[in-house]
């Protein structure tokens, strides 16, 4: 099954820019989704197809997708956005289509 | 605006079932495949099933719920079900219900605050 890999975490100090990968075996081919989810939230959808923000979504939030790295990248971060990131691509063709990576906790120092 | 509303989560013993429910609105629900994702504490999202609109008859169960879990929706009511037996310990999770989205590939556009199922002796 495929595998997608995030780091545990990452800091960033506010103002600056956080770069949140997910890493996978030419996962430039693919649509990469991109969930933040906080404390007693549901998760919301930030970035769908590697780079298309949802209404509402900050264009401080943007992604790209390359090779073997997808990467979710947050300008200008504020203490608003620190969350769990979550990666997410849909393998067609098998009966567990659904793949996350383990997320990716953002923490604004 | 649309809204997933979660419910039906509580303690339960190994081995019990739960069924939870989720209410929609906002949305013309029939249209749309639905899914229920999980996230266990100090763990990271999983998804769990997923169910097409009623009549593409595709639904698909996550390796570790198969044979226990149940996915069904009711069009008329708006509303997704999610039959949950032989509960063991490692269900024990935030369940997440969300309206899946399609452009090239399927993702979860909208997703409800969830509901919590416990299980424990």
């Known amino acids: 099954s495929y595998v997608l890999t995030q780091p545990p975490s990452v800091s960033v100090a506010p103002g600056k820019t956080a770069s949140i990968t997910c890493g996978g075996n030419n996962i430039g081919t693919k649509a990469v989704h991109w969930y933040q989810l906080k404390p007693g939230q549901g998760p919301v959808l930030v970035i769908s197809s590697n780079r298309d923000r949802p209404s509402g979504i900050p264009e401080r939030i943007s992604g790209s997708n390359s090779g073997s790295t997808a990467t979710l990248t947050i300008s200008r971060v504020e203490a608003g956005d620190e969350a769990d990131y979550f990666c997410q691509v849909w393998e067609s063709g098998t009966d567990q289509p659904w793949v996350f990576g383990g997320g990716t906790k953002l923490t604004v120092l | 605006e649309v809204q997933l509303v979660e419910s039906g989560g509580g303690l339960v013993r190994p081995g019990g079932s739960l069924r939870l429910s989720c209410a929609v609105a906002?949305?013309?629900?029939?249209?749309?495949?639905m899914t229920w994702v999980r996230q266990a504490p100090g763990k990271g999202l999983e998804w769990v099933s997923s169910?097409?609109?009623?009549?593409?008859?595709?639904?698909f169960y996550a390796n570790s719920v198969k044979g226990r879990f149940t996915v069904s929706r009711d069009d008329a009511e708006n509303s997704l079900f999610l039959q949950m037996d032989s509960l063991r310990a490692e269900d024990t999770a935030m369940y997440y219900c969300?309206?899946?989205?399609?452009?090239?590939?399927?993702?979860?556009?909208?997703w409800g605050q969830g509901t919590l199922v416990t299980v424990s002796p």
């Open positions: 169910i097409s609109v009623t009549g593409d008859g595709y639904i």
């Open positions: 969300g309206r899946m989205e399609h452009s090239s590939t399927w993702y979860g556009g909208y």
């Open positions: 906002g949305f013309t629900f029939s249209h749309h495949s």
